[in-house]
């Protein structure tokens, strides 16, 4: 079975290790696409200072250019209110029905799995895809609960560099960002005087 992954995010900015996950995500034989898919009013992130739509967008679309798998899915961008996932599948599964969709998630998020909105009905839609980053003993036990209880995940083993996007966004290092991503933000100003807003 072919999978088309989604891996969403606020992507602000797009940095190393977003760029990590979609590499290894496009390398796997069994994932025929992955939509990157910048959110809209994330539901559950309280934020320092967000970047404008439209430059998300954009750095989310230079990182998809070097990968034949890859493009942006703007469909949050379609709706009002809270980027919710179930919502957001909803609108895929209507859109493109003959598509088996997987949730990109870090070993982060599969701890909380049950308290997604709507989780139940969800993970009758779609299978996740969960990055388990250091081999955490936790991780292995949610994911074998989680699927004990009908859920479907892939487990990538992959180690994500990991980076606050906060810090990111108040001090640039050129090192935790692709180099294409980097030279954007220099170029627009993106984050400049932003950190204390």
């Not at 072919?2 to 900015?13: K, L, Q, R, S, Y």
């Not at 701890?111 to 991780?139: G, H």
């Not at 294409?180 to 950190?195: A, M, R, W």
Request: aromatic share 12%; net charge neutral; glycine share 4%.
């Amino acid at each position: 079975m072919e999978i088309t992954a989604v891996f969403g995010g606020t992507f602000n900015p797009f940095h190393k290790g977003h760029y990590e996950i979609l590499e290894h995500l496009c390398s796997q034989s069994f994932i025929k696409k992955v939509l990157i898919m910048p959110d809209r009013i994330p539901p559950h992130k309280e934020c320092d200072y967000l970047a404008p739509d439209n430059d998300r967008i954009n750095m989310c679309r230079l990182a998809a250019e070097k990968f034949p798998k890859a493009e942006v899915c703007l469909i949050e961008f379609e709706r009002k209110g809270k980027s919710y996932t179930y919502d957001t599948v909803k609108v895929l599964k209507k859109k493109y029905p003959n598509e088996n969709f997987a949730i990109v998630c870090g070993g982060d998020m599969i701890a909380s799995l049950e308290k997604w909105y709507k989780y139940e009905k969800l993970k009758k839609m779609v299978s996740f895809i969960a990055f388990n980053r250091d081999d955490d003993p936790e991780f292995n036990r949610n994911v074998s609960e989680y699927v004990r209880r009908g859920a479907t995940i892939f487990v990538l083993n992959k180690d994500i560099t990991s980076v606050s996007s906060t810090e990111l966004r108040q001090n640039l290092d050129k090192k935790l960002l692709p180099d294409e991503i980097y030279d954007y933000i220099i170029k627009t100003g993106l984050y400049n005087g932003n950190e204390d807003h």
